[in-house]
């Protein structure tokens, strides 16, 4: 399961950037992750609420995660589609001179601080 190390170096990542803005408290975090990154949503939940609490500044944040649509590229015909759809063989022309131009990305989108009222 390469989700919980995933979730490490989230949890590294906003805790640096965090002491960077002297930020005490992380309100959320916000993934983008590719549909066939091959990240199982669930699982990074699970360890995100596990790990977060580790750290004082993320000990509360709640994760939102984002799916990108993978989309591969034909360069034959130059058509694009949906990846999960079709596969590596494109629908158009049957070819399978394609690659992935989208889809397999893991990002930190967003990092929401907590601001008292």
Not at 38 to 52: E, M, P, T
Not at 67 to 82: F, V
């Amino acid at each position: 399961m390469h989700e919980l190390g995933v979730t490490f170096y989230v949890v590294r990542d906003v805790k640096k950037v965090a002491e960077e803005n002297n930020v005490k408290k992380i309100d959320y975090v916000t993934l983008e992750i590719g549909e066939v990154s091959g990240v199982i949503h669930d699982q990074l939940v699970d360890c995100w609420n596990w790990a977060r609490k580790k750290e004082a500044v993320t000990e509360h944040a709640k994760i939102y995660i984002e799916t990108l649509e993978a989309i591969t590229y034909c360069e034959d015909c130059k058509g694009q589609y949906r990846t999960i759809d079709y596969g590596k063989t494109c629908p158009y022309c049957h070819s399978e001179h394609t690659y992935l131009l989208k889809g397999n990305e893991f990002n930190i989108k967003e990092i929401g601080i907590y601001e008292d009222s």
